[in-house]
């Protein structure tokens, strides 16, 4: 059974860094696409960016420029971070693995925190 583990929310000034991380357990095998979305009270859920097995990335057009995913070289880790930080960035974030098979994971999410 494949397990998302994020880690690295919190509470950060306005201006502020935070990285994200999410790690995958249960099996050893790559994941095609990664991704981070977010979710914001009385808000849809939106996406973040992404980033494929080839490491093709796309941003959601508010996160341009200041925010950064990577991936570890196994294919299994997922990184965001996020620079200059604002109160519209205050959400849940969770993270999304897609498998070969097109299988999609979900992880509990972290909750992130924009506040002086």
């Known amino acids: 059974q494949v397990q998302l583990v994020e880690s690295g929310g919190g509470l950060v000034q306005p201006g502020g860094s935070l990285r994200l991380s999410c790690a995958a357990s249960g099996n050893r095998l790559p994941f095609y696409a990664m991704a981070w979305y977010r979710q914001a009270p009385g808000k849809e859920r939106e996406l973040v960016a992404n980033?494929?097995?080839?490491?093709?990335?796309n941003y959601g057009d508010s996160v341009k420029g200041r925010f950064t995913i990577s991936r570890d070289k196994a294919n299994r880790a997922v990184y965001l971070q996020m620079n200059s930080l604002n109160s519209e960035d205050t959400a849940i974030y969770l993270c999304n693995f897609i498998d070969r098979m097109g299988l999609a994971y979900w992880g509990q999410g972290t909750q992130v925190t924009v506040s002086s």
């Open positions: 980033i494929t097995i080839t490491r093709n990335t």
